[in-house]
């Protein structure tokens, strides 16, 4: 990347934590808030989540769900009433003690998730099996008191969904929570080109609260895990604290099975660090906010300008399309929109339009394309189509040559002093083992993937005989 176009981004090897901080930064994706912990989510950082949010939005409503909005505030008394839940949570709440200046009778929590929220709604609207199922879904903000924070990775407060659904039965419950994770690993994959392993969380690390836990786990450029979306098996314990009774078929009384989903923006922090190089981000065109960025070449000549606001309202009916008519020089120009990760530039100048066609330069390889005007909304979705799973090919043949077996703890933690990425180990399903492993290596069990493999008959820990693959990880 010149030096003389734009700030300089920092090497990926050289420091990978800079460069995603330049990033964000530098292709103006954020700023800082006064606030520790909380990020400006500026006009072109917004623009790709409102993207990431209309393509999930869609998904989710295609499945039959609707979306609805509870109170930012929970009352302590409600938040108590399950046990498990306040306790997974109890280190993360912010709390409001005053309105104005009088002290609250009772504390109102700063809503984390709104399980809770959900449930007191739904025991005064579920009565009989004809109410069920109850399949909604919000869109919110959420705080969350975090020691340490990174923009879109971990951030006191932060935007997501999280989908609350009531059903008849167990089965019914196990279903939904499987299909809302296959809608997440579908976004992850067919849209942000980011690949995932599905699987289930181990005790120590589902959900408080929860049944049980499935999650996507994604793998970050530096071989960091990052946890992508997850889907809970909530059971009945909510509905038992919080008296979720239903009339069933047989006329007897009945708690509901619960569960809950959630899909936040530290997605496009995975997205961010899965995608991007030296030369900045780089956005899978589904939902980059431009496609395609016109850049006219010799645009002081006659005709040139005019002739590429004309390319623009005509491809604006096929594919996002911005131009950038300013006065800085073309150089500059290139740099700063493969800085922001734009997939696909396009070039015209007067020699171009003499000969009718336009030049098309593809932000992944640097590929130079001479199209003819009259083929030319043909070849860009073609070429964004490639673009799209190219990203998606190279990002799994990354993950793959980052995942690694250990059959004992030694060559476990060889693994990880030599190259960070996922390790495929047995474990025999115990805590000791989990918490020996993460105090030993630093890593952490991220998914008991549902595609099983038996590596080995002993636990990569203890030796014993193992139940269980799991893919372990350092995470953020």
Known sequence: MAKDFVEKITSMDDDFAQWYTDVVTKAELIDYSSVRGCMIMRPYGFAIWENIKNALDSK???????NVYMPLFIPESLLQKEKDHIQGFAPEVAWVTHGGEEELTERLCVRPTSEVLF????????????????LY???ANVVRWEKTTRPFLRTLEFLWQEGHTCHETDEEAHDETVRMLNVYASLCEDVLAVPVVKGQKTEKEKFAGAKYTYTIESLMHDGKALQAGTSHHLGDGFAK???IEFTNREGQLQH???TSWGFTTRIIGAMIMVHGDDRGLFIPPKIAPTQVMIVPIAQHKEGVLDFAHDLKNRLSDVVRTGIDASDKMPGWKFNEYEMKGIPLRLEVGPRDIGNKQVVLVRRDTGEKLTVLINELEIKIKETLTAIQNDMYQRAAKSREKKTAKAL???EFKEILDTDQGFIKAMWCGGEACEDRIKEETGATSRCMPFEQEELSEECVCCGKRSKHLVYWAKAY
């Open 60 to 66: 989710i409503k295609e499945t039959g769900h609707e």
């Open 119 to 134: 449930g007191e709604h739904y025991k005064n609207i579920i009565h009989s099996y004809r109410d069920l199922p109850k």
């Open 137 to 139: 879904n919000q869109w």
């Open 241 to 243: 604290a919080l008296g």
């Open 256 to 258: 509901v099975q619960q």
């Open 408 to 410: 004992n703890l030694s």
